[in-house]
């Protein structure tokens, strides 16, 4: 079993930055994708950033150049970092856990994000 902690979020104002981390324990998470999503009210979850066991990441489209998603296997820990942060970012985030070719059947608790116009 995997088990996910975040942490990070808050409120802050349109154009500031924000870093949101995930702990992961119970067993290494080295070898698993690490990505991260958001819900918005009323509406469903999506997709936000992935990164795989080999470093290389994929964002969706509406964060493509603001975000950034990074690893610390040392520390089983993955982390987002939200640039030049919007009000249509507003949501809460999760971050989750996959091995290779399955399902994100890992999830973290969920951190509340606000953005302030």
């Known amino acids: 079993q995997v088990q996910l902690v975040q942490s990070g979020g808050g409120l802050v104002q349109a154009g500031d930055s924000l870093r949101l981390s995930c702990a992961a324990s119970?067993?290494?998470?080295?070898?698993?994708?690490m990505g991260w999503f958001r819900q918005a009210p009323e509406k469903e979850r999506e997709f936000v950033a992935r990164?795989?066991?080999?470093?290389?990441?994929s964002y969706a489209d509406s964060v493509k150049g603001r975000f950034t998603i990074s690893r610390d296997n040392a520390k089983s820990t993955v982390y987002l970092q939200m640039d030049s942060l919007k009000p249509e970012d507003t949501a809460v985030y999760y971050c989750?856990?996959?091995?290779?070719?399955?399902?994100?059947?890992?999830w973290g608790q969920g951190t509340q994000v606000t953005v302030s116009s």
């Open positions: 990164i795989r066991a080999s470093d290389t990441t």
């Open positions: 989750a856990a996959r091995t290779l070719g399955g399902p994100y059947n890992y």
């Open positions: 119970g067993r290494t998470v080295s070898s698993y994708t």
